[in-house]
């Protein structure tokens, strides 16, 4: 079940190419805007690309070449091809689990075995079977009005994977839950996920971690960041995915003494940690590791940035202070003693031992 996808969307300046193997789950992540509705929505069927083509196992969900408008305008002689979204193979997990509130939760997730000509008894076993898989096997006599919003999400789950999708689609599955009920749905994702072929969009770290084996970052429509999840996250190339990660990032360019950074700054990295001088590289900081002062220390062994405060922010015991460059945590006595607020300039400081630098 591999799945090539490309396509071009030049009103929502979308251009993205992307191959997923045999039961590989890719998390999709990105700020608001980015196209990963779009994305999704072009795999399901739902929008049509200006051009592109998309291929599940052998099958052409859509082939639009670039000229196709215009050339069926002059001549016919280049045709698109276009698969319905029923016929696809796909299935999308909206957000909110819709599911028909006229029908019981089996006959909900009976519905796709059903549509597809398979016989009641069969269709209503399979049900049975998805919904123990989802552990939801005593709900299967109510209506969707008599759920919580966490089993709903279940039977919205097993209703998708009912039909054996050749690949499922989630759209940000976790996030109209209450977060008491999430983990129990997380794990139950992981084990529906494990072999399946899926593309999960999340604003959650956690749920790149533990569902997806490689992570997909979009920016205005592009793909600007991919790979394993471990190393988007341990090593991000934007301050999109290290924001994820909880990082500091500084981009810049590697010299004969460190990292000159995009913004002006010479930055020290680890003794013996070799990078090809005039190589792009990034710098990855944990806020933890990173102290304020109010006056520039003096101190030869550190890196010291000057940042000015843009806000403050509790996170457990501590402060995160964020600047225009760098985010330090901190505890409160800190933030009381030097009297920090937004608009305060500071000094930030970190060892060069602190600091991860890698080639982007
Ligand atoms: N129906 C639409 N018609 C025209 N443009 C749209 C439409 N829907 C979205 N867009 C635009 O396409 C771009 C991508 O939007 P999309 O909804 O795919 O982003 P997203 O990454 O899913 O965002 P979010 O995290 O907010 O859901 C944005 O610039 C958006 O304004």
């Given at each position: 079940m591999t799945f090539t996808f490309a396509a071009t969307l030049a009103e929502r300046g979308f251009d993205v190419?992307?191959?997923?193997?045999?039961?590989?789950?890719?998390?999709?992540?990105?700020?608001?805007?980015?196209?990963?509705?779009?994305?999704?929505?072009?795999?399901?069927?739902?929008?049509?690309?200006?051009?592109?083509?998309?291929?599940?196992?052998?099958?052409?969900?859509?082939?639009?070449?670039?000229?196709?408008?215009?050339?069926?305008?002059?001549?016919?002689?280049?045709?698109?091809?276009?698969?319905?979204?029923?016929?696809?193979?796909?299935?999308?997990l909206a957000q909110d689990a819709l599911?028909?509130?006229?029908?019981?939760?089996?006959?909900?997730?009976?519905?796709?075995?059903?549509?597809?000509?398979?016989?009641r008894a069969e269709a209503d076993a399979r049900a049975h079977g998805w919904l123990r898989r989802v552990d939801a096997a005593?709900?299967?006599?109510?209506?969707?009005?008599?759920?919580?919003?966490?089993?709903?999400?279940?039977?919205?789950?097993?209703?998708?994977?009912?039909?054996?999708?050749?690949?499922?689609?989630?759209?940000?599955?976790?996030?109209a839950l209450d977060v008491s009920v999430a983990p129990a749905i997380r794990r139950m994702l992981r084990d529906v996920l494990a072999d399946r072929t899926a593309v999960i969009v999340t604003h959650d770290v956690l749920d790149a971690f533990t569902l997806a084996d490689r992570v997909v970052v979009l920016e205005a429509g592009r793909i600007v960041d991919i790979g394993p999840t471990r190393q988007v996250l341990d090593r991000p190339s934007t301050q999109f995915a290290a924001g994820l990660a909880?990082?500091?990032?500084?981009?810049?360019?590697?010299?004969?003494y460190g990292i000159r950074t995009d913004a002006g700054s010479h930055v020290a990295v680890p003794?013996?940690?070799?990078?090809?001088?005039?190589?792009?590289?990034?710098?990855?900081?944990?806020?933890?590791?990173?102290?304020?002062?109010?006056?520039?220390?003096?101190?030869?062994?550190?890196?010291?940035?000057?940042?000015?405060?843009?806000?403050?922010?509790?996170?457990?015991?501590?402060?995160?202070?964020?600047?225009?460059h760098l985010a330090a945590d901190v505890t409160p006595g800190v933030v009381a003693d030097l009297d920090l607020s937004s608009g305060a300039r500071v000094w930030l400081a970190f060892r060069p031992t602190d600091a991860v630098a890698y080639l982007l």
């Open positions: 190419e992307l191959t997923i193997a045999e039961g590989e789950t890719v998390a999709l992540l990105g700020p608001n805007g980015a196209g990963k509705s779009t994305l999704l929505n072009l795999i399901a069927g739902l929008i049509r690309p200006d051009s592109g083509r998309a291929v599940l196992d052998d099958r052409v969900l859509f082939d639009v070449p670039a000229d196709a408008q215009g050339a069926r305008a002059a001549s016919n002689a280049i045709r698109s091809r276009w698969m319905p979204p029923h016929a696809r193979g796909v299935s999308l599911l028909f509130p006229h029908l019981t939760v089996l006959d909900n997730v009976a519905f796709g075995p059903r549509s597809a000509g398979v016989h005593e709900l299967s006599a109510r209506k969707p009005g008599q759920l919580s919003g966490g089993q709903g999400q279940r039977i919205a789950v097993a209703r998708a994977l009912a039909s054996d999708p050749g690949l499922l689609l989630l759209d940000e599955p976790l996030a909880a990082l500091n990032l500084l981009l810049g360019t590697a010299s004969a003794v013996g940690q070799s990078l090809p001088e005039g190589a792009r590289v990034g710098v990855a900081i944990r806020p933890a590791l990173v102290s304020v002062s109010a006056t520039e220390p003096f101190d030869p062994a550190l890196n010291i940035l000057p940042g000015v405060i843009i806000d403050l922010e509790t996170r457990g015991d501590l402060i995160r202070v964020r600047t225009d």
